[in-house]
């Protein structure tokens, strides 16, 4: 007389169910860890590589400007007074050397006509047009380092910002 259940006391349907699902499972397990290794493998690429940052750059020449920018904000914040300490991150555009980067920006040379003038004057309408919200906000901070290095692009031909970095103060 037969009560259901198997030989160890499962119910008989639930045990042959057990072993295709486990087969199943492991089935799919190794079609993932295959897929992500010829993912990894793929187009001669070993693993390591794979790992690697997407882009990684050459550093470029760092010039931190000797004094601070200061002044006040812009409206309705004008009574707040900002100081920042920027550096610029160079590299020279194509077919130009370092030395002659930095010569026209106006770094390390006597070259009376250089850029660091009206360098100075896009950093400087830059931090004066912004508020103590734009400034306070890793967004607002983010936006106007993007917008300086933009504006310093734009007038130079052998150089090339590729960074600003920046410490601001507002008291």
């Keep these: 007389m037969s009560n259901g ?38 187009n001669g690429v070993g693993a390591d590589e794979a790992l690697r940052p997407a882009s990684i750059r050459e550093v470029g020449y760092q010039y931190e400007f000797v004094e601070p920018f200061t002044g006040n904000l812009s409206a309705p914040d004008d009574q707040y007074i900002y100081s920042a300490k920027v550096t610029l991150e160079i590299l020279p555009r194509k077919n130009f050397t370092e030395k002659q980067a930095t010569e026209e920006m106006g770094i390390n040379t006597d070259n009376p006509r250089n850029k660091m003038p009206r360098i100075m004057q896009i950093i400087s309408d830059e931090l004066r047009s912004k508020t103590r919200a734009e400034i306070n906000s ?32 507002v008291t």
């Design 5 to 42: 259940l198997g030989s160890q006391g499962a119910p008989e349907g639930k045990s042959r169910l057990k072993l295709p699902i486990l087969v199943a499972g492991f089935v799919v397990l190794i079609g993932v860890i295959g897929g992500v290794a010829m993912m990894l493998m793929g």
């Design 138 to 169: 890793a967004a607002g901070q983010l936006k106007m380092r993007n917008s300086i290095k933009n504006a310093l692009n734009a007038i130079l031909d052998k150089a090339e910002v590729v960074e600003v970095y920046m410490r601001l103060i």
